[in-house]
């Protein structure tokens, strides 16, 4: 990569990159394309595609109620509340 295409880039992303790390932006770009194409060159045939590469399960506790209910307490403490619900200042017209 050039001078020129970490410009376009630079644009395209919308950041500005001082023209004292322009070298170094392009070389860290560079050495991650080569990284990938070096992954690209690997060969995958016949290897399926999988979520997780330890294929672990996630264990799932039990769906039980824990906290006690406390909507009348926090409703005293809201400026405004009406059957149940939080009022909030209507924001659009």
Do not use: C, W, Y
Request: charged fraction near 30%; proline fraction near 4%; hydrophobic fraction near 45%.
């Amino acid at each position: 990569m050039d001078r020129s295409d970490i410009a376009k880039l630079a644009e395209l992303a919308r950041i500005e990159i001082a023209e004292t790390t322009v070298d170094e932006v392009a070389k860290s770009i560079t050495d991650v394309l080569a990284l990938v194409d070096q992954l690209q060159a690997a060969d995958t045939d016949g290897i399926a595609p999988m979520a997780h590469p330890l294929d672990a399960t996630q264990r799932l506790r039990a769906d039980v109620v824990t906290e006690t209910n406390r909507r009348e307490e926090f409703q005293a403490l809201a400026p405004a509340a009406e059957q149940g619900l939080f009022l909030v200042p209507k924001v659009i017209d």
